[in-house]
């Protein structure tokens, strides 16, 4: 009798009940409520959020002070995530996650010039959401030491290694002086001008007409700010 019961035990079907037990009731083959999935998306969601605020905050803001970007960057963070964790269910490939990386690394807005640094910044957010979203197989010890290198290089762009500088685009009227041999009663002028330690000047398009050159300047940034406004010569631009 006992040995007849033995025969018909199916470790699947236990297997099965377990895992049903664990995941409660189900609509259309998909459950309502799965605890152990839902606190693995709470750990990875909040992870990815501290490490994308504190390169936001700490590291770009510091710098930038620009508070419309600290809100795209971190929605753009929130976003991407929850786009490659979720979709991960329905087996997301590698090739959709580079898909992804070319649609938003690519993506300028139109209303304003982004400049490279915010450019630089927006490509380092989806990178790193990507990499903990999709990253479900890989050891929590590897993907901390992944996160960290990324705060690493971004503390060392905001902070020690690289000297900043940035460029102006002037109008100039004084024509004589865009001469090769004046070059330096050239700088010498815009820098009495402008108040700027000038590193670099290079002479554009020259309008004789009305005896005016684009000059573009390249100068120094003091406490290694930055200047998001350089680039624009319109009024329309600021608006």
Not at 64 to 81: G, H, N, Q
Request: one cysteine or more; proline letters at 2%.
């Amino acid at each position: 009798m006992i040995n007849s019961d033995l025969s018909k035990f199916d470790p699947n079907q236990v297997k099965d009940t377990v895992e049903n037990l664990a995941t409660g009731p189900t609509f259309m083959n998909i459950p309502l409520f799965d605890s152990n999935a839902l606190i693995e998306l709470f750990m990875r969601f909040g992870f990815n959020l501290l490490i994308c605020w504190i390169i936001i905050r700490y590291f770009y803001y510091r710098k930038s002070e620009r508070k419309d970007f600290v809100f795209t960057f971190t929605l753009f963070s929130v976003t991407i995530f929850l786009l490659i964790y979720l979709l991960n269910s329905v087996k997301l490939q590698i090739g959709m996650g580079l898909g992804l990386f070319a649609i938003f690394g690519i993506l300028r807005y139109r209303t304003e010039q982004v400049s490279v640094r915010e450019m630089t910044y927006l490509f380092a957010i989806i990178g790193i959401s990507v990499i903990n979203g999709l990253a479900l197989t890989v050891s929590y010890s590897a993907l901390m030491a992944t996160n960290i290198i990324f705060m690493v290089v971004t503390f060392l762009e905001s902070r020690v290694y690289v000297k900043h500088t940035s460029s102006k685009i002037i109008l100039y009227e004084k024509i004589e002086l865009i001469k090769p041999d004046k070059a330096d009663e050239l700088k010498a002028d815009l820098e009495k001008r402008t108040g700027l330690t000038i590193l670099k000047v290079e002479v554009g398009h020259i309008d004789f007409l009305r005896d005016v050159a684009f000059i573009k300047v390249c100068y120094s940034l003091e406490g290694n700010e930055t200047n998001s406004i350089d680039s624009m010569t319109k009024l329309s631009q600021f608006i």
